[in-house]
């Protein structure tokens, strides 16, 4: 029984893992964007890009990678067609962020349909493998981990330590933080605080895309209309959950996936739609309770 | 606003649909196909004929009722992105209640089940306004977070609760024909809503040009500080602000179930509340001009089809110009920036002349 117990549990680990990858990578990007005092509602159109151009490039290329590269590069380029849009000519973030949504839903579509002739979906791709270390890969209990090895899984472990160090441990990222959380002050030193915004807002388009692209070459084979089904959203709500801080919010979306693996593997009495609504539930007690004590907090100080 | 503001951002407006129309072109000939083709057979399925045109008249009628619905909480300051929850919870207190009170008259059914809606949507507005005024959360995020409670919800109640015993469907039953909206045209999905909603735009034009409330919403919305010093009372007129926004939604979803479908039918909604803020953002959040600008979207819309068969493209092209509007849209320094650009040649011109 301990180790049937065992074996259920770890694939359980294992599959919150694979559903906190896109989660976490897009959570890190908003993490990066709200850092430097900007909102991306976009979030999820910007995946919905990664996941087709992923796709895309796999058919060109017949190589996986490149559907990884491309995903990453169409989305530091709808990044930074939204930064302009918002640094040059002062868009209303909000409105703008539905409008790119809006935009990717109908253009993923429309190509879907002239490169494989299908609305709904596309053709199959070759998926992006995992790697195998050899010889670590039979070592006993352990071997698992270097067994079919998701290399998504170890740049997002590489970006959140990298993001965390940047933002806490060196003079660019305590610029990002001084932009958002003042930014009339940060311009008043000299800081240049649009420059900051830009790469900030290219760089967190990138790791959106990156993350949709893992839904259509490594979880899927293909692209599938509207796959991201409101990831982009969830990973707003994990990186506010998280505190928005890079460990914050991966662990949020972690904690975010781990709820979606029990609905989809295990057989609980709870409604199927409750638990997709926890993350969202989570989040509004969480920004409430801390509102509160913030409030308060300040009452006390007078 | 005086006369020469209002033609000003009529031509911001337009700059801002040209842009995307051209933008889409270039999308178009990419794909191989004629963008004039496409267009004109959008155009085509949109006002070609009585049917036409009363399909997009139908399709406006809850992008209208959306757009409204963002510009009363525009006016007062608030930021409502939570039209499409606000929507789904007011079409499920319609259904439910014209469900409840099957066998009463059919007016009374209706007024019932439109002020349930209306209430109900409405509550929901509320709390979106004492998030942001009391708890000085972030509007947007906490409106984006009720969304999907509410959508999720509604979902769940007509997957279990509601759903009929025998239906395979994720919908409630449907309640007796006899209570739907009169339809304008035989045959077409036009119903009275519209009616109701022109209604609506004009009585919300003469609220805030001629009330006391409405001249206070406008005031608290340009200036929480000179409201507060001129003696409104501003938790009081951001509720009722956000009862009446919400309410709209409502009353949007409301419309949606009793003139289409007679039932609420999980996800009915292709993100109305969404294409209603770019309806109103675009009509610079005038009841009048939510008029044109929800007729424009709902052509768009109902073009669809007919671009779709006659020039062989997906009809998804026109969620491609309207992502793009709604970009530019958010954008009206871009026309803005441009329109300087033409002023500044044209004066260059004159003296170079």
Request: charged share 15%; glycine share 10%; aromatic share 10%.
């Amino acid at each position: 029984m301990v180790s049937l117990d065992y074996i259920f549990t770890s694939e359980m680990l294992f599959a919150a893992i694979r559903l906190t990858i896109p989660l976490a990578l897009a959570a890190l990007g908003t993490t990066i964007i709200e850092k430097s005092g900007v909102i991306n509602l976009g979030v999820e159109g910007i995946m919905l890009m990664g996941a087709f151009f992923a796709v895309l490039g796999v058919e060109y290329s017949k190589k996986p990678i490149m559907g990884m590269f491309l995903a990453l590069i169409v989305g530091a380029l709808l990044g930074a067609i939204y930064a302009v849009f918002v640094l040059k000519f002062n868009a209303n973030q909000s409105v703008l962020g539905i409008g790119l949504n809006v935009f990717a839903s109908g253009i993923t579509v429309v190509l879907t349909r002239n490169v494989w002739g299908s609305e709904g979906l596309s053709e199959s791709v070759e998926q992006l493998k995992g790697l195998t270390i050899p010889y670590l890969s039979k070592v006993p209990y352990v071997g698992k981990l270097f067994t079919n090895i998701n290399i998504y899984l170890v740049i997002l472990l590489l970006l959140v330590f990298l993001t965390h160090w940047f933002i806490y441990y060196t003079k660019y990222g305590l610029r990002l933080r001084a932009i958002g959380e003042n930014r009339e002050a940060a311009e008043t030193v000299g800081i240049a605080v649009k420059k900051y915004q830009f790469y900030a807002i290219t760089i967190s388009g990138a790791l959106a895309a990156l993350g949709g692209s893992y839904l259509s070459i490594v979880q899927n084979n293909r692209f599938v209309t509207d796959m991201v089904a409101g990831r982009g959203f969830m990973a707003i709500a994990a990186n506010i959950f998280g505190n928005q801080t890079p460990i914050g919010s991966t662990i949020a979306s972690f904690l975010f996936a781990f709820a979606q693996a029990i609905r989809i593997n295990l057989e609980v009495s709870i409604p199927d739609q409750f638990l997709q609504m926890l993350p969202y539930i989570l989040t509004l007690v969480a920004i409430s309770i801390m509102s509160v004590k913030k409030i308060k907090y300040n009452k006390k100080r007078g | 606003m005086n006369r020469r503001k209002i033609s000003f951002n009529i031509v911001v407006s337009m700059i801002a649909i040209i842009f995307s129309l051209i933008i889409s072109g270039v999308f178009i000939m990419i794909l191989g196909d004629n963008p004039l083709l496409v267009y004109s057979s959008m155009l085509d399925g949109a006002f070609g004929d009585l049917n036409a045109l009363s399909n997009t008249l139908s399709k406006a009628i809850p992008l209208m009722l959306c757009g409204l619905s963002f510009s009363f909480a525009a006016k007062g300051g608030v930021f409502n992105i939570g039209s499409e929850g606000q929507l789904y919870i007011g079409a499920i207190a319609a259904t439910f209640t014209a469900l409840l009170m099957d066998g009463y008259p059919r007016g009374i059914v209706i007024i019932s089940s439109f002020i349930a809606a209306f209430l109900v949507a409405g509550l929901l507005g509320i709390l979106l306004g004492v998030a942001k005024a009391k708890l000085n959360l972030n509007e947007v995020i906490v409106a984006i977070m009720l969304n999907y409670i509410v959508m999720l919800f509604c979902s769940w109640l007509v997957n279990g609760p509601m759903k009929p015993e025998d239906s395979m469907v994720a919908q409630t039953e449907m309640f007796r024909n006899d209570y739907m909206l009169k339809k304008l045209l035989d045959k077409t999905q036009l119903t009275s809503a519209f009616i109701i909603g022109i209604l609506l735009c004009f009585l919300l034009y003469i609220f805030f040009k001629k009330t006391r409330l409405g001249y206070n919403i406008n005031v608290l919305g340009k200036n929480k500080n000179a409201a507060h010093a001129s003696g409104i009372n501003i938790g009081r007129t951001i509720i009722i602000t956000m009862l009446i926004s919400g309410g709209l939604s409502g009353i949007a979803g409301a419309t949606e179930v009793f003139g289409k479908y007679g039932r609420f039918i999980d996800g009915f909604s292709p993100g109305f509340g969404f294409t209603g803020i770019a309806v109103s953002v675009l009509a610079a959040n005038n009841p009048i001009g939510i008029i044109f600008t929800s007729i424009l979207f709902g052509a768009m819309d109902a073009g669809a089809m007919k671009m779709s068969y006659a020039a062989g493209i997906s009809s998804n092209m026109v969620k491609v110009i309207q992502g793009l509007s709604i970009m530019f849209i958010a954008t009206p320094n871009i026309a803005k920036h441009i329109i300087s650009k033409i002023k500044q040649a044209k004066n260059k011109e004159s003296i170079d002349g």
